[in-house]
């Protein structure tokens, strides 16, 4: 079936608009909460919030991010205390990244902000269309990872 390309309606515009009003919608709740962190930020808090320390390129291929973009997200969370970047024992041209107590203790109350949110954007949303949505997106999310390489 061929589909005829329509800008606001196609997939990659929609989803990114998504995701840019959602990112939005997360730091002004964190700031309404007195929590100085972006969406992205928290994404990357996120992963460290399991307590393992990770490398820069690590976290580059979790969050499908450049190495460069990365490198600023972990350079504005050190500077606000949020992790600390300490040598790798095993190979010294490496660091690891490491969250701190801070970041440890905010993070559930981050993720419960973060549950609100996500809450409240699926308001009147049935259940079978949201399990719909989310499996054409994962199907999405795959086929970009293939294409990807």
């Given amino acids: 079936m061929k589909l005829s390309y ?3 309606h196609s997939l990659g515009y929609l989803t990114g608009l998504a ?10 709740r964190f700031r309404e909460a007195g ?8 994404g990357v808090v996120m992963l460290l919030s399991k307590g393992e320390a990770t490398t820069q390129k690590q ?3 979790q969050l499908y991010l450049e190495k460069s973009s990365v490198s600023r997200l972990l350079d504005g969370l050190e500077k606000k205390g949020w992790l600390e970047r300490q040598p790798d024992p095993e190979d010294s041209r490496r660091k690891r990244v490491i969250p701190t107590e801070r970041a440890l203790a ?13 809450s409240d ?3 009147g949303i049935a259940a079978d269309d949201l399990e ?3 499996s054409v997106l994962n ?11």
């Avoid at 995701?19 to 002004?28: E, Y």
């Avoid at 905010?106 to 996500?118: D, F, G, Q, T, Y």
């Avoid at 199907?139 to 390489?149: E, H």
């Fill in 106 to 118: 905010e993070a559930s109350r981050c993720s419960a902000i973060a549950n609100a949110v996500l």
């Fill in 19 to 28: 995701s840019r009003l959602f990112n939005n919608l997360i730091a002004r």
């Fill in 132 to 134: 719909q949505g989310q």
């Fill in 6 to 8: 329509d800008h606001n």
């Fill in 59 to 61: 976290l580059s291929e």
């Fill in 35 to 42: 929590i100085d962190l972006t969406a992205e930020q928290w």
């Fill in 121 to 123: 954007v699926q308001q």
């Fill in 139 to 149: 199907q999405v999310i795959g086929n970009l990872r293939d294409l990807n390489g």
